[in-house]
């Protein structure tokens, strides 16, 4: 498996190809005028058979209808997310952490940068999946976020995020939903999480992080 990271501000969209597949997760920031030339320099974007959206946030989103009125790549998207890029949405979901207190302003003034023009998606996941991709709810970020287990690899979205620490995103519409969808992801054996924001980690990491909690409350 092949995996590369092209990076759109602080959002990683990952182009993936294995086994004579090719799909791209997430379209980045409209405000990043240079995605699709990025993009073009690493593949011709002709040859990939279908953006996945993890989610319906502006910063994941953003060249979504550029793709494929430009190259004909249809586009997937969870059902629960079609009013945001409907709506083409800047939202800033509510902030669930003490870092995301602190940046929620910052963000929200970047959002508004990144406007795109709204869309629906041509698929409502799981449907237009290659049979390899297996898919996985994990609403809370958004009411439709997903993750995408391919092998080992494990394309989390905003689900998990390795930003100075890991584990929850530091924004959710729904914290007992985003908690109980990272609990979700952390029972996936032996893979490595590639997120939308920040590094990749092993699961192990995830796992040790859930092995301290419990321990803390016994």
């Not at 799981?126 to 995408?148: E, K, Q, R, W, Y």
């Not at 995103?169 to 490595?192: H, K, Y």
Request: charge should be positive.
């Amino acid at each position: 498996m092949n995996i590369q990271c092209i990076r759109s501000g602080m959002t990683n969209c990952w182009l993936v190809r294995w086994s004579g597949r090719t799909i791209l997760i997430d379209a980045g920031s409209a405000a990043d005028r240079s995605f699709a030339a990025r993009l073009a320099r690493i593949i011709d974007p002709r040859m990939i058979e279908l953006l996945v959206l993890t989610h319906g946030h502006a910063d994941h989103v953003g060249h979504a209808s550029l793709l494929r009125e430009q190259f004909g790549i249809p586009v997937a998207l969870s059902a629960a997310d079609l009013p945001l890029v409907q709506a083409a949405s800047l939202c800033v979901p509510p902030a669930c952490s003490p870092l995301g207190r602190l940046t929620r302003g910052s963000l929200i003034r970047q959002m508004a940068k990144s406007r795109y023009p709204g869309f629906a998606p041509d698929f409502f996941l799981p449907d237009g999946l290659p049979p390899s991709v297996n898919f996985i709810p994990c609403p809370g970020h958004t009411p439709g976020s997903c993750a995408l287990l391919i092998g080992e690899s494990l394309f989390a979205g905003d689900a998990a995020m390795r930003i100075i620490s890991t584990g929850m995103p530091w924004f959710a519409e729904d914290i007992t939903a985003a908690w109980q969808s990272l609990i979700r992801i952390s029972g996936i054996a032996r893979c490595t999480v590639y997120p939308g924001h920040g590094h990749p980690f092993r699961i192990e990491k995830l796992q040790h992080i859930f092995k301290q909690k419990q321990r803390n409350f016994l």
